[in-house]
């Protein structure tokens, strides 16, 4: 993308943090531009801001006053869901080829935030509505003073001693199994923003908590989200510090079926190859629902598949492997294909 660098992402998420604590709106960065201080700092265009529902208002009137203008063009792809809902129209063969190239975008799909800006650089600044993505944290955790030193939610983009430089924590199961996941493409998180104003940034694990809480609400929906929420896993993989053991790095989540999935997710567990890894998942989303405890919980479900695809064409799992085993330099991938 051009005039897109890591330096504009951070730099247009620190100028707007500063807008909003300057008119006393408590704000937490989340998505991609958290995720390069907590997880893969890759390039990326989308600035994240979560604030309490009663104050979308008063944020994006302090943006105003700052000299942007909230993007008012109904037909503007920053502000849908599908920002490519073109693609499902090609044929299988070139779906796959494009829906890959899209993969490392890693942003088809977003939530409709409560309103957006373009700012300079190609950043798009997105507010969020809290109950849509963190209904989960207390709103009194939203305040202006800077998180407490063990907050267990929120990190200062400066905090050198939270947020340190860490790299990808190398794939800890079985070797086999992990050619289903495509950490290859991960790369470190960025280290501390340092010579920019503080933003208030979700910690890895709430931040894997958000992401798991709403793939929960997402999944199989017609929106097409669970897809955006299913690539953030991937990028939420424990990232470790030089001379850091690897059960120090691993997330930990208070509910005992999401670390459940997420130890066999990233084979911090042993699973039978035929054991299907979503099930505690399903199970914790079974109790949510019937607890009525997921907000804005999507009308309607498209049946998903999985398709494994190694070199952008499709294939069946046991053929992926015997491909990964000839060719070491195969690029295999994980889909959801949404079926109508
Ligand atoms: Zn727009």
Known sequence: MYGLNHFATKGAAAHAARIFHGAGVPSVLVGWSAIALVGGDFLNNDVDFVVRDSQIRAAANAMVRAGFSPCADAACLAGKEDRASEIDTLSDDDYYKEEAELFFCKDRYHPVPAVHFHM????????????????????????????????????????????????????????????????????GSSGPWRGLYPVKVLLATAHLKMALLCLCRDLHGTRGLDWLWFCMLYELAERQMPGQDRASARHLLEEPQLQAFWDRFRGHVDVATDYNILEPLLE?????????????????????TVVFVVNKQPVTDESAFQIMDKDANAFPWVFLKRNG
């Open 120 to 187: 300079p650089h190609m950043i798009i600044l997105s507010l969020h509505r809290k109950s849509r993505l963190l209904w989960w944290i207390p709103d009194d955790h939203f305040r202006l003073e800077p998180p407490a030193h063990d907050d267990p939610y929120f990190v200062l983009s400066t905090d050198a001693a939270r947020v340190p430089a860490r790299d990808l924590l190398a794939w800890p199961g079985p070797e086999e199994f992990s050619h289903y996941l495509p950490t290859a493409n991960s790369s």
């Open 284 to 304: 914790y989303r079974a109790g949510l629902i019937s607890g009525n405890k997921l907000p804005d919980l999507p009308e309607g479900s498209a049946p998903v």
